[in-house]
């Protein structure tokens, strides 16, 4: 399965008791199944304002990975990078934070972004 991230919410007693009893009457097989149907259900109907949001902010679907050869190679060609991802972004554990605030200009993830905590810590003025 593709990598994934824990979220947390809250929901009034009576909501939670309708979905218990959508459970129970085995239409899902349990609580996860129902909102992750639900999430799923929504991002199926707001598809056409995703499709521009994603189209105008030029964003990259999927996984995206940086490493130290890449952003060296970057640098060595004068080039600043402006990272717009929808999905993961991932910046190895081989980037130094300077190396990390020389390359990269600005960084917009729609998802998860993972990257050693000195790392984020060097680019949080450049996060969005």
């Given at each position: 399965m593709?990598?994934?991230?824990?979220?947390?919410?809250?929901?009034?007693?009576?909501?939670l008791?309708k979905?218990?009893l959508?459970?129970?009457e085995?239409?899902?097989?349990?609580r996860?199944?129902f909102?992750?149907?639900?999430?799923?259900?929504?991002?199926e109907?707001?598809?056409?304002?995703?499709q521009?949001?994603?189209?105008r902010?030029s964003?990259?679907?999927g996984?995206?990975?940086?490493?130290?050869?890449?952003?060296?190679?970057?640098?060595?060609?004068?080039e600043?990078v402006?990272?717009?991802?929808?999905?993961?972004?991932?910046l190895?554990?081989?980037?130094?934070?300077?190396?990390?605030?020389?390359?990269?200009?600005?960084?917009q993830?729609?998802?998860?972004f993972?990257a050693?905590?000195?790392?984020?810590?060097a680019?949080?003025?450049?996060?969005?």
């Open positions: 593709a990598e994934t991230e824990k979220i947390t919410i809250n929901m009034n007693a009576v909501d008791g979905i218990d959508m459970v129970q085995g239409a899902y097989s349990n996860t199944d909102i992750r149907t639900a999430i799923r259900s929504q991002l109907k707001h598809n056409f304002e995703i521009q949001s994603i189209t902010n964003f990259v679907i996984v995206l990975t940086y490493d130290q050869d890449d952003l060296e190679q970057k640098k060595a060609k004068g600043k402006k990272i717009r991802v929808l999905g993961l972004l991932h190895a554990s081989d980037i130094s934070p300077n190396l990390a605030r020389e390359v990269i200009e600005s960084i993830v729609r998802g998860i993972q050693s905590d000195k790392v984020k810590t680019l949080l003025d450049r996060t969005k």
